[in-house]
Structures are given as structure tokens and as C-alpha cells.
């Protein structure tokens, strides 16, 4: 077994070890600067911890991981595109850096290499690693587009919220892992297991991130804070909230929205979430979910040992601030 | 042997019944329009012409064909956008008839649906048709970021042009025919020689398709006529007057790019083109590359019968008048 800071780091060495083309520059270099701008490397890392679970070699999953970090980054240059987002972990975005035409083409290249990554994994796995990774390429695209209709639609369900996140966020975690269980031998049924465990953890993960952009430590939080209650974002608070808030307050919420004064917007509409009780409902929700990844886990047939660093991983996530 | 048009067919109806996800329907949309705008299907007709030159099954090859073609038209999709085209195919362009972010995210789930066709090849070639695959779509954008790049230069060489064109155009040609004779089980030289072929033929039609801008029948060509002139597009034949012209001549040029009376540019630009022999050079050059495809060609060891069809079909894109 390895521990997950073995692996970023084996990751990190893997990434700066990709040798892209050098013309044309403009195409490639928006590539390395992306995969350089670092994050957390979460879908690599527990990629490869799903190959240690099953017993396999990381050096051959290598690719895949590579194919997974690749593929996200690519789905970050384009969503920043769509969102018109200045700044992507501290940095310039691309489309920012360079031109909305780089951006997607630069994108679109990169797609590219992240299928010529995956490509690299032995060939007697080959083709259930290949439908793995294309139905999660395609969930992440519905998930994004779903996430953008959801922005003017005021009749979204929390069902409807809950299959997007877990489309948009959960499925590429939950492909990450099934793609660890096929490269290191698992059988279809421990794939499906791991899958399972890593999409439910995926969605307890973002119910986690909705929590803390309400009522994280600002201190500590990596965004910024009550970034989604000044853009009106239907998380799961917010569609919690229109759901139990009695008429006055729905009205009051709805003025709200409007509140040009954002610390006065933040102010009330945290104090009707903790009036609702809605951070409890939330934190429920989210194990709840946690508890499904858990039942997932508990059905693969490893020894509880092998089990360990995922599980301590995983608590460790849920009970970050940041 | 299958006439090309028993072919087109076979393609037509697999397009019709390829099945999209129906939700979210905005992403699957732009999809089924795209590829339901016809065209003339050259490149999957080429490919299945391979394959029945190295004496395989159609059948089999379909979903090769397929994906050649849904990668295409991603790229339709995104070149659109970069290039602010209104108009495809007499139709509205994606992100005309919904929004630029549709076009961005439909074109990106597009190319996870060729991957997806792709994946149904035998496994027993599923490696080398995949290698080809993303070699080929990573040539594509490599040719498309150059073609945008060279319109804010001015010392565009004639190699850099040809080279630019051999990318966007031809190497989807070469690869194309190449995946049909992987999937035919042809020798690795066949599928070579076959892709040298497609990529020459490529090129050669590319530049019959400058000359034809301007010399053209405009009541066959199928695009506005002198379209390159109107736009100062970087053609073979500017690039060569460019490098022909006197200084008078030369200084005349550059004045007409700023001609706002479209009819007398169209004019005075094809004069110069014509008292230089820029059509007789170009057609010499595109010939040399059409030489160079069938001298590829000639090198494929198989019957001189099976090989009537194609290069009937060449000469015939060499004599189109559209």
C-alpha cells in the first residue's frame, strides 16, 4: 500500500514529465500552463488508491491517472470559458491569458492528450477502460450543461440539483476510481462497487462544498466565502431553504437576491438558513450519501486493512474547512 | 467492390440511426442538427473505400466511419465558433441558431461520441485505430491554430501554408483511409502507402479548392465566389503573387486589400493573378501533390481493378467545378 502523498507525488512527476508538442506554441503551451497551476490531484490520487485496494501496479496506471487529471483540466479551460471566470486557482484563466479562441481550441487539443494518455494502459484492458472513461467524459459534459440551464430556471428540484452534481463533480471521481479497479484487474463487480463509492463520496463531497461556502472558516475556506448566496446559487441550501421557508420568507428571500449591500445579502440570508435549520439538513444529506459510499466500500471483498487510507481519506475531506 | 454511392448510403442510414441521449436535450440537440446538415460525407466514404480496397467487410468498418465523421463535424462546430461563421451549409451554425456555450459543450460531448463509435472496432485493432484516431484529430487542431495565426501575419511562407493545410484538411483525409485499412486488417505499410494517399489527395484538393475560389464557375462553386479575395485569406495563389509581384505590382496588392468596392478588387486582383500565371502554377502544384497520391497509391500491392474506383473519385474531386 501506498500512501496518498506517494502517489501525488508519482503523479506529480508524471505531469512534469509529459512532453507536449512545442508547435504551434500557441496550441500547447496553454496545456502546460494549466496542468502546472497544481489543485489537490484528488481523481489521480484515489485512481491510484483504487489500484492499490485491488492489488495492482501503479507504475502501469500511470497513464490513466494521467488520462483522468488531463481530461479535468481540459473541462476547467472550457467551463471557464463558459463562465466567464477571471481567475482559475489564483491565476489568470486561459481564455484570459490568451484568447477565447485558444481557449477552445487549446481544449480541445487537450481532450486529445488526455485520450492518448488512456491509450497507454496495457491492451488487454483496453476497451472497458476506453467505455469507462468515455461515459464519464460525457457525464461531466451534461453535468456542466445542466449547471448552466439550472442558472435560469427557478423550478429546479433538489433531485434535479443532486443528479447534477452528481453528473457534474461525482461521476468523474467515481470514473476515476472504476478506471484504478479495470487497470489493476478488479472484477466487473468490484469496478461497480468502487464506482459507487467514489460517485456517492463525489456527491457528498460538493453537499460538503455548499456547506462551507455558507459556513466555512473564512480563514481557512480556499474561495471565497458566501460566493454562491451573493451569485444566488441554487445549491443544496438554497433549494432546501425555498422549500421549507414559509410565504413571508420566501418574499424577504427573494427581495434578497437583489440586496446590492452583500455584506446586509449575507447576513440575512445565513441567518434565515440557520433559522431553517438548513446546515443541519444539509450535513444529513451529506452523510447520508457518505454512508452509501461507505456501504459501497464495505461490499468489496479486500481486507479491511487495504481499506484504511481510503476511509481516512475520505473523512478526512468531509471534515475539511477548506 | 461497392460503388461510392452504395457506400454514401450505407453511412447515411447508420447516421440516422445512431441514438443520442434525449436529456439534457440542449446539449444532444446541436448534435443530431449538425450531423442531420448532410455534406458530402467524403471523408467516411473514403475511409470505407479503404477498407474495401484491402478487401474487408463494410459492416464492421461502420462505426470507424462514424466516428470520422462526428469528429468532423466537431470540428465544424468549434471552427464555426472561432471563425464568427453565421452560415453552414446554407443553415444556421450552432452557436447561432442556440449560444456560443451550447457550441462549446455540444462540440465537446460530440467528440466523446466519436471516441464512443470509435471503441466498436474489432479489439483486435481497437490500439492501432485509436493511435490513428487521435493523431489524426490532434493534426486537425494543430491545423486550425495555425490557420488562425497566419491571419495576423504577413510572412506566411508557401511551405508554412501548405504545411497549414496538410493539417486542416488533409491529414483527416489520410487518417481516415487509414483507420479503413486498419480496420481491414491491411499490412502496416498498406495502411501507410494509404494514408500517404488521402493526406496527398488532401492537399491537392485543398488547392484545387483555392483555385476554384477564384476561378471557379460561380454557378456551380458551391461557395460565394472570390470569397478569399473579399477576405485577404492567405491562398496558395496570394501567397505566390505575393512572392512573383514586382515592387509596383506588389504595392498595387496591398491597396487592393483595403478596396472597399468588392467588385473592383475581385477585379483587380484576379488580373494580377492572371498576368503572373498564378492559376497554371497552382494547378502545376496541385497536380505534383496528386502525383505524389497516386505514386502512393500505385505502391499498394493489390489488383489494379480494386483500385478503379478511387482513383476515378480523385479525378473526379480534381475536375469538380464546385
Known amino acids: 500500500m501506498h500512501s496518498p502523498s506517494e502517489l501525488l507525488k508519482q503523479i506529480e512527476t508524471a505531469i512534469v514529465e509529459i512532453e507536449y508538442p512545442t508547435y504551434p506554441a500557441t496550441l500547447y503551451e496553454p496545456i502546460s500552463y494549466m496542468m502546472s497551476l497544481g489543485g489537490k490531484r484528488i481523481r489521480p490520487t484515489m485512481l491510484l488508491m483504487s489500484v492499490d485496494l485491488f492489488n495492482g501496479q501503479i507504475e502501469p ?3 490513466a491517472a494521467l488520462a483522468i487529471e488531463t481530461f ?3 473541462t476547467l479551460i472550457h467551463d471557464d470559458i463558459m463562465d466567464n471566470a477571471p481567475l482559475r486557482r489564483g491565476k489568470k484563466t486561459v481564455h484570459e491569458k490568451w484568447n477565447v479562441n485558444t481557449a477552445i481550441l487549446s481544449g480541445d487539443v487537450m481532450m486529445v492528450e488526455a485520450n492518448k494518455h ?7 484492458v483496453l476497451k472497458p477502460a476506453l467505455d469507462t472513461f468515455n461515459a464519464t467524459a460525457q457525464g461531466v459534459c451534461e453535468g456542466q450543461q445542466l449547471d448552466m440551464e439550472f442558472e435560469s430556471r427557478d423550478d429546479v428540484s433538489i433531485p434535479e440539483y443532486i443528479d447534477m452534481i452528481r453528473l457534474k463533480t461525482a461521476v468523474l471521481v467515481g ?7 479495470i487497470v489493476a484487474g478488479a472484477t466487473a463487480d468490484h469496478a461497480g462497487l468502487i464506482y459507487s463509492f467514489g460517485e456517492n ?6 453537499l460538503q462544498d455548499d456547506i462551507l461556502d455558507v459556513f466555512g472558516d473564512p480563514e481557512k475556506f480556499g474561495k471565497q466565502i458566501a460566493g454562491d448566496i451573493i451569485a444566488n446559487k441554487k445549491t443544496f441550501l438554497l433549494l432546501k431553504l425555498q422549500e421549507l421557508a414559509n410565504a413571508d420568507d420566501l418574499t424577504e428571500l427573494t427581495s434578497q437576491f437583489n440586496n446590492a449591500d452583500l455584506s446586509d445579502k449575507i447576513g440575512n440570508i445565513t441567518k434565515m438558513y440557520k433559522s431553517y435549520k438548513i446546515r443541519e439538513i444539509a ?3 451529506m452523510k447520508a450519501y457518505l454512508d452509501k459510499a461507505f456501504d459501497a466500500l464495505n461490499r468489496i471483498d479486500v481486507p479491511e486493512s487495504q481499506k484504511s487510507q481510503l476511509i481516512s481519506l475520505s473523512l478526512e475531506l468531509m471534515n475539511r474547512e477548506k
Not at 488512456?118 to 488487454?124: A, G, I, M, N, Y
Open 61 to 63: 496506471a500511470i497513464p
Open 283 to 285: 450535513t444529513a444529506e
Open 201 to 206: 463520496l463525489g456527491i457528498a463531497f460538493q
Open 72 to 74: 479535468h483540466n481540459f
Open 118 to 124: 488512456l491509450t497507454r494502459v496495457d491492451v488487454s
Open 175 to 181: 470514473g476515476a476510481m472504476k478506471l484504478g479497479a
